[in-house]
């Protein structure tokens, strides 16, 4: 599986910008799939994550203002961000995880700069 991460930018803080991750391979609907992501100096975190089967969970910062979803007809994960806050800004990275977890996801995609300016 190759994951293409895309829809990045620079935007206002209370803005919304979307990610998509496009997934090769056809086995995209056996994944769990998520988006972490890493600030300038700091770790890599968790934001959300969506199972197989469609249901999401939101690491506590982003919850009410992030909504992931998956489209498997298009092998397409999305991250809906809206109220952008300027700590938001980071490099976005989608993961895939089947027979491993999410500690170390079996696949991680090369990842798209979101930007959020005061």
């Known amino acids: 599986v190759q994951l293409q991460a895309s829809g990045g930018g620079l935007v206002q803080a209370g803005g919304s910008l979307r990610l998509s991750c496009a997934a090769s391979g056809r086995t995209f609907n056996m994944y769990d799939m998520g988006w972490f992501r890493q600030a300038p100096g700091k770790e890599r975190e968790f934001v959300a994550r969506i199972t197989w089967s469609g249901l999401p969970y939101y690491a506590n910062s982003v919850k009410g203002r992030f909504t992931i979803s998956r489209d498997n007809a298009k092998n397409t994960v999305y991250l809906q961000m809206n109220s952008l806050k300027v700590e938001d800004t980071a490099l976005y990275y989608c993961?895939?995880?089947?027979?491993?977890?999410?500690?170390?996801?079996?696949?991680w995609g090369q990842g798209t700069l979101v930007t959020v300016s005061s």
């Open positions: 993961a895939a995880v089947r027979d491993r977890t999410w500690a170390a996801p079996d696949y």
